[in-house]
């Protein structure tokens, strides 16, 4: 009897959640062990996450990347990989409040979606279009990240400006750091992103004899990247902070999010 491929989709979203549930217990208790735990079981869940794509993979023989549940799973995949390697790298618990319910909504819509595992059409068969869909979905797990981050740059700057501490205080680390990993991470998640873009203008020129249609999905990823550059560019000039920067990325985050949702509409 063969094990059914959605087991381990299951089993991954039963320890997104319990590691989404014990990063937020920390904010009450206030102990590091819950924080330890959460990362475990996340750990735990990426690993049979990973054994799903893999699934797909053979299941298909392309990458998990052509409708809206691969796209989304994939997503949540690269988010809490590059998650994974920032907390090796400078022990940023704060992420996590973050990244895990990101990561646990974006496989959910993977289960929900229950789109069929297919094998390509010959239309996608293209270097252009695996570039295209790779870079696209790469860029946007390192612009969620960017988000994350930029949020804690902004909660750090206000809680030393007005010399108060909330919850999160004990869990973020500097606000340089937190600047330095915001501004990267929405650097180099924009570029290849705009790769993306490009080389989507591209592949539908080469395929539709012309520019491509705006669908949901276009409208979407456009107006984010927009936005992301509005975020970049106040970087550059120095004026990222206040509530500004706040409502900017909540509208990119959105504009991502309905560009990733409209792939299930064409």
Not at 133 to 159: H, K, N, P, W
Not at 200 to 221: C, D, F, P
Not at 223 to 239: N, T
Request: net charge positive.
């Amino acid at each position: 009897m063969t094990m059914s491929p959605n087991v381990t989709l299951y089993v991954a979203l039963a320890f997104y959640a319990a590691g989404t549930l014990a990063a937020f217990l920390s904010l009450f208790t206030h102990e590091k062990w819950t924080q330890n735990a959460g990362l475990a079981a996340m750990i735990a869940g990426f690993a049979s996450h990973t054994v799903w794509i893999g699934t797909i993979c053979r299941l298909t023989g392309h990458p998990p990347l052509t409708n809206l549940a691969e796209a989304s799973s994939f997503v949540g995949w690269v988010v809490f990989a590059v998650e994974l390697v920032l907390y090796l790298r400078y022990r940023v618990h704060a992420a996590a409040f973050f990244v895990y319910p990101l990561v646990l909504i974006l496989l959910t819509i993977s289960a929900v979606v229950r789109e069929p595992f297919a094998k390509l059409s010959p239309a996608l068969r293209s270097n252009l279009f695996t570039a295209h869909i790779l870079s696209t979905t790469v860029g946007i797990a390192g612009l969620f990240i960017g988000l994350a981050f930029s949020y804690l740059a902004y909660v750090q700057d206000r809680s030393l400006r007005e010399k108060t501490r909330g919850r999160l205080w004990e869990w973020i680390p500097s606000l340089s750091v937190c600047k330095l990993v915001s501004y990267r991470a929405l650097a180099i998640g924009f570029s290849i992103y705009t790769v993306g873009i490009v080389t989507g203008v591209l592949w539908s020129y080469r395929t539709n004899v012309g520019l491509m249609e705006l669908r949901i999905k276009q409208i979407g990823a456009v107006v984010a990247w927009v936005l992301f550059a509005v975020l970049l560019q106040s970087y550059i000039s120095g004026a990222f902070r206040g509530r500004r920067t706040v409502v900017i990325s909540a509208c990119a985050f959105i504009a991502i999010l309905v560009a990733i949702l409209g792939i299930h509409h064409g």
